[in-house]
């Protein structure tokens, strides 16, 4: 089964079926595809979606959220479907996203076979409700809630200020600790400095009736952590929420949530101080809600750095001792290892200083802790001698753009003439969080290397209606502060690539034991992204997580070309890739029916809107051929695909060479060949010397051959 987000309850998303292996992942194929139905690509007046749900498998059933947050429960071997449930989420709305990333399964410990609701599937929705479900016919539990369902808007107003449920929502499935079930909130946090509290509440899996909230913000001075927040603004303060997954613990009764920004994320002078709690591990008690330890990983957030990722709870083998562990993944491409029971760091962490702030009104926190194992897994600076591009023209352009903003490093705040944040606003690592192998003790995850543009825009200016912005950039109004926001998702050329040296997306391997890297490589190709379709193995910006499989095999989607892929584990080498009708901007999962069943990938194949990757409404189940003939057809596939090659490149050749002889194909064959060449030398070198070194070497080579042809044309007798 995979019961849970992350496989289980510690979000691991490890599994030991193995009938999939190294030998024989070449040979999957597609087994079987499901249409929800729900998706938009702007065009029909509704907002852009993004299908980053991961299903789950429990008795037998394979359940799943859509975009809407519509329940579809589907046969796991054909991918019929059961049932449906449709919550009737408004998707005209314009929402801060548009996401639903799964479901949670509960079970009741003295369940009576047949008897309604004593199996429940709860869903949140991005419009801010919780649901409970009968996992058999997929309607409504009357005795959960109203009508089962509970308003989670209620309670989160703060002062005078009232929810805006188009902007307060759930996009990560609850987790269930006993018999509570506990829940997050995604909340837009750069609207003003006053939002909805970002509360994390249990509520009663039967009743539904609240049990416990923790807020992330210190409302009362008994807190000490209140007095890390200046003039008592945590009163007023909002967010700080928990939008990513929650983890557990059961046997400790811990319940572990990965906090965020407070608002607004990118400009604290209405909350200066340390902001503890905010962007923050916290290890809460299940069965009660009360904090048993914190550890903060970005003081004063500025720069939108929130905790994406689930912390994944795994065993650390250090020094020969078996450390129950919490690795939490990170926007900055830091990976912190914490005690599980203490929240100490495994390997020391330094305080640093950073860049400062320049801005009026604002005071950044001096230093930012920085794990020294492992090493940030992302690059954290750039310089203009950093600048690429496809040509000359373009690295000098990339070049400008990274010398005209104010660029320290990472941790730059955001300032009045621009700031390039790097990692940029995906991250790093993002909410696809980690998968953790236990036999080698290796973390498996996915990274970003995409630099982005902030910017800060003075009230007067906003209001005028004249800012200076990049094209492309979002602008936010963060109201209740003297400054909006501006943010440009990249740093692009003028052939709108990155200025910044391929890989742009990675996929690697930590050993958790020494904090060492074991292998990175590039995740992805720009063969959905160019236009022309060339599979170049530049790697790409992703979103979405990997999983891991006992017999060393990695299966990710993630990348912005549209394919789900698999890794051999030892050593980072691609395998293997299926081709996906959209973007697989999603986390896969895998199942096996029983002993002689067959082992089924799946993923959610349905693109996501702000990235721009092809969008649809696919769950695509990829497998084995069910039978030794097709095993057979699939093994001879490769065979017949390299001899066509060759039979091409033969005829190729022979085409040549019968038109070798004739001057009108010869020197334009020849300055296609130079152009090539030159072109093939700046993409590897960046370097106009090598370039045109290259570029004479091959004029040359050229002229040899052209010398050595006519020779023969006038030997040949006539």
């Not at 890297?517 to 990997?546: F, M, S, Y």
């Amino acid at each position: 089964d995979w019961p849970q987000y992350g496989r289980n309850q510690e979000g691991t998303r490890y599994t030991p079926l193995n009938q999939i292996n190294r030998d024989n992942v070449a040979y999957l194929e597609k087994a079987w595809e499901y249409h929800t139905g729900d998706f938009s690509d702007g065009s029909d007046g509704r907002p852009e979606t993004t299908f980053q749900a991961t299903p789950i498998l429990v008795d037998g059933v394979l359940y799943l959220a859509t975009v809407y947050g519509r329940v579809i429960a589907l046969n796991p071997e054909t991918g019929a479907e059961i049932w449906t449930y449709d919550p009737g989420v408004d998707a005209t709305v314009d929402r801060g996203e548009f996401a639903n990333r799964g479901v949670t399964y509960w079970r009741a410990a003295d369940a009576v076979q047949g008897r309604s609701c004593e199996r429940r599937i709860f869903v949140a929705t991005v419009d801010a409700r919780l649901i409970a479900l009968d996992a058999a016919r997929g309607t409504p539990c009357p005795d959960f809630g109203e009508a089962g369902q509970v308003d989670l808007s209620r309670g989160v107003d703060l002062g005078k200020y009232q929810a805006d449920t188009r902007e307060y929502g759930v996009t990560s499935p609850p987790v269930v600790i006993g018999d509570l079930v506990v829940v997050g909130s995604a909340i837009g946090d750069n609207r003003a400095a006053t939002l909805e509290r970002g509360i994390v509440r249990a509520f009663d899996t039967r009743t539904g009736a609240m049990r416990w909230l923790w807020d992330p913000i210190p409302r009362e001075p008994a807190d000490p952590a209140f007095q890390t927040w200046a003039h008592e603004s945590a009163r007023r303060t909002g967010a700080a929420n928990v939008w990513a997954q929650l983890s557990v613990d059961a046997a400790r009764d811990l319940v572990f949530v990965p906090t965020s920004s407070p608002s607004p994320d990118y400009y604290g002078g209405e909350r200066l101080g340390s902001n503890s709690y905010a962007d923050s591990v916290v290890a809460l008690r299940g069965s009660t809600g009360k904090l048993v330890w914190d550890y903060q990983i970005v003081h004063h957030n500025i720069w939108d750095y929130d905790l994406p990722a689930q912390p994944s709870l795994i065993t650390v083998r250090k020094d020969g001792r078996d450390i129950p562990a919490v690795a939490q993944a990170t926007k900055m491409g830091f990976l912190f290892l914490l005690h599980r029971e203490t929240g100490e760091p495994i390997f020391p962490v330094k305080e640093r200083p950073v860049p400062q702030s320049d801005v009026p009104g604002e005071q950044s926190w001096p230093t930012q802790p920085f794990p020294t194992r492992p090493q940030p897994l992302a690059p954290t600076t750039l310089s203009s001698d950093d600048a690429w591009g496809l040509s000359p023209l373009d690295r000098s352009q990339c070049r400008n753009q990274i010398e005209r903003h104010r660029n320290d490093g990472i941790f730059t705040p955001s300032s009045l003439g621009g700031t390039i944040q790097y990692p940029g606003v995906i991250g790093g690592t993002n909410w696809g969080s980690v998968a953790f192998e236990p036999q080698r003790g290796w973390v498996i995850l996915n990274m970003s290397r995409l630099p982005s543009v902030t910017g800060l825009i003075p009230r007067e200016t906003l209001k005028a209606g004249k800012p200076d912005v990049p094209d492309g950039a979002d602008i936010s109004e963060m109201q209740g502060t003297p400054y909006g926001l501006y943010r440009a998702p990249g740093l692009f050329s003028p052939l709108d690539l990155p200025c910044t040296k391929p890989p742009w997306g990675t996929l690697l391997a930590v050993d958790t034991a020494t904090g060492d890297v074991k292998w990175e490589v590039p995740l992805g190709t720009v063969r959905d992204l160019a236009p022309v379709p060339l599979p170049i193995k530049w790697g790409t910006p992703n979103l979405g997580g990997p999983i891991v499989t006992q017999n060393g095999l990695v299966f990710i989607g993630a990348a912005m070309d549209n394919y789900l892929r698999a890794f051999d584990l030892e050593t980072g080498k691609e395998l293997w890739k299926g081709r996906l009708p959209a973007g697989g901007q999603a986390t896969p999962m895998t199942y096996r029916l029983g002993e002689n069943g067959r082992q089924f990938v799946v993923i959610a194949a349905g693109g996501h809107g702000r990235m721009g990757t092809d969008i649809g409404d696919s769950v695509v189940a990829f497998a084995l051929p069910e039978s030794d003939a097709g095993l057979l057809a699939q093994s001879m596939v490769p065979t017949l695909r390299t001899v066509g090659v060759l039979l091409v490149l033969l005829l190729a050749a022979l085409l040549v060479i019968r038109l070798a002889r004739k001057n009108w194909f010869w020197y334009p064959l020849l300055a296609i060949l130079i152009i090539i060449a030159t072109w093939g030398a700046w993409i590897a070198s960046q370097s106009i010397p090598i370039s045109v070194l290259t570029m004479f070497v091959a004029v040359a080579i050229a002229w040899l051959l052209t010398l050595g042809r006519n020779r023969r044309s006038r030997a040949a007798p006539r």
